[in-house]
């Protein structure tokens, strides 16, 4: 197990366990890092989010070796998200009225001031072997992307901001499949 710092880790557990209360994981799904030169914190492989506790968390260094559990298989992508922005926190999650909107489309657009302000529009990057640069990328210009039929992977400076836009872009995906199924009724 790892001496994860007292503040980092009441965050870990407090956006974890938000992610899951409010449906925007499964109990298994999902996951978080934070950075900490060298290299970052972040959720074990298959952990619960909504119940993290120390022993979850995995300390891993630039040239790939960790310490702790098995990191997330995501690890990889994370490490590319912290080379190429200046993000210190990463949220991967998986915002179901979003993900049935990223099948359609490459780009969202909001239609709600919250959405624009925020977020002005989300890319919807495709599954393949260049997804975690395609991502990486996006996330420079970008507060929150979309891997096609997936989920969201939102940066902040902390995981509380990185929080808000994946919720923001949620909300703005429920209240688009509302409009949507109102012209169609
Ligand atoms: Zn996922």
């Given at each position: 197990?790892?001496?994860?710092?007292?503040?980092?880790?009441?965050?870990?557990?407090?956006?974890?366990?938000?992610?899951?209360?409010?449906a925007?994981?499964?109990?298994?799904?999902?996951?978080?890092?934070v950075r900490?030169?060298?290299?970052?914190?972040?959720?074990?492989?298959?952990?619960?989010?909504?119940?993290?506790?120390?022993?979850?968390?995995?300390?891993?260094?630039?040239?790939?070796?960790?310490?702790?559990p098995?990191?997330?298989?995501?690890?990889?992508?994370?490490?590319?998200?912290?080379?190429?922005?200046?993000?210190?926190?990463?949220?991967?999650?998986?915002?179901?009225?979003?993900?049935?909107?990223?099948?359609?489309?490459?780009?969202?657009?909001?239609?709600?001031?919250?959405?624009?302000?925020?977020?002005?529009?989300v890319?919807?990057?495709?599954?393949?072997?260049?997804?975690?640069?395609?991502?990486?990328?996006?996330?420079?210009?970008?507060?929150?992307?979309?891997?096609?039929?997936?989920g969201?992977?939102?940066?902040?400076?902390?995981?509380w901001?990185?929080?808000?836009?994946?919720?923001?872009?949620?909300?703005?995906?429920?209240?688009?499949?509302?409009?949507?199924?109102?012209?169609?009724s």
């Open positions: 197990m790892v001496n994860v710092p007292a503040g980092v880790m009441r965050e870990f557990q407090e956006v974890g366990r938000d992610l899951y209360q409010l925007l994981v499964t109990s298994h799904g999902g996951n978080l890092s900490e030169q060298p290299g970052m914190w972040i959720t074990g492989t298959g952990t619960m989010l909504g119940r993290l506790a120390e022993r979850h968390i995995s300390r891993v260094f630039p040239d790939g070796r960790s310490e702790g098995q990191p997330s298989s995501d690890t990889v992508l994370h490490h590319t998200i912290y080379a190429v922005t200046g993000a210190n926190a990463v949220v991967h999650a998986h915002p179901r009225h979003a993900i049935a909107l990223s099948f359609e489309t490459d780009k969202f657009v909001p239609g709600d001031f919250e959405g624009q302000l925020h977020l002005t529009d890319p919807v990057v495709a599954a393949g072997p260049r997804q975690s640069e395609q991502i990486a990328a996006l996330l420079e210009s970008r507060l929150v992307v979309l891997l096609r039929g997936h969201a992977y939102a940066r902040g400076k902390t995981l901001e990185a929080l808000h836009w994946l919720t923001a872009l949620e909300e703005s995906a429920q209240i688009e499949a509302i409009r949507r199924s109102r012209r169609q």
